[in-house]
């Protein structure tokens, strides 16, 4: 089947630092891989996505590269700010759109002024 | 950007009693909108994909007859959770799909429902 897996939180770190959340996944087929952020109480929302292999999404100063050799899709930011504090999910779909997303457990980052 | 909306946001039930939550996609039409559960600092797990005009694919180890979904318009699916027991209090989400083709259509989520049942 397919799954995804992230490293667990929570991540703190102080403003203008580093932010790598790492994920990894399986998948039966060629997936298509997403980043969605959830703030405080608020929705998911899609942060970057890329559909093929070595594609890069980038989106609000993130980036994840498809590496299909490592199954990653890891998210990194140069600098994050105190208003990236949020809950990172990593995702898969497999096939069409309307097919369902396979989530990871998602990352809880704190960043601290 | 797409917007979907939820209601109520949050719930609290008796148990043995229904509850219903509405989705709603507010500025597009989503010919599939997907119902997910969340526990507390865990990942979403989808319970079912429901498509306008059919019955809802559900997934493995949920009940149908007690997560009953209805996808009566292109702007509209509703869950509702019969016979609600302290066991199906959650955090509910749905998500629509806006796009009618190809594997570059995007999910947009609600905000969720929290429901707590007594």
Redesign the interface.
């Known amino acids: 089947g397919n799954s995804v897996t992230q490293m667990e939180g929570p991540v703190t770190l102080s403003e203008e630092a580093f932010l790598t959340i790492n994920c990894t996944y399986t998948a039966t087929g060629y997936p ?1 891989l997403f980043w ?1 952020v959830q703030y405080p ?6 942060l970057l ?1 890329a ?1 093929k292999a070595d594609d890069k999404g980038s989106n609000k100063g993130f980036e994840a590269t498809y590496r299909k050799e490592t199954t990653s899709f890891h998210l990194e930011k140069g600098s994050v700010q105190v208003s990236d504090s949020a809950v990172y ?1 990593c995702a898969l ?1 497999v ?4 097919n ?7 990352t ?1 980052v704190l960043v601290k002024p | 950007g797409a917007v ?1 909306s ?1 209601h109520p946001s949050w719930v609290i039930c008796k148990s043995g009693t229904s509850v219903k939550i509405e989705c709603r996609s507010l500025d597009f039409q989503a010919t ?1 909108m ?1 119902w997910y559960r969340q526990f507390p ?4 797990m ?1 319970m079912a ?1 429901s ?1 306008e005009g059919s019955k809802a694919t559900y ?1 493995q180890g949920v009940e149908k007859d007690k997560f009953l979904i209805n996808h009566a318009s292109l702007t509209l699916s509703t869950l509702t959770v019969t016979s609600a027991h302290p066991e199906d209090s959650s955090f509910y ?1 749905c ?1 629509a ?1 806006a ?1 009618t ?12 429902t929290r429901l707590t049942v007594l």
């Open positions: 298509s969605y109480g608020e929705g998911l929302q899609l996505k559909t999910f779909r096939g069409a759109a309307g369902k997303l396979t989530f990871g457990g998602g809880r | 979907v939820q599939t997907f600092k865990q990942s979403l989808l994909t498509n997934e989400i998500s799909l796009g083709s190809g594997a570059t259509d995007t999910q947009y989520f609600g905000p969720g």
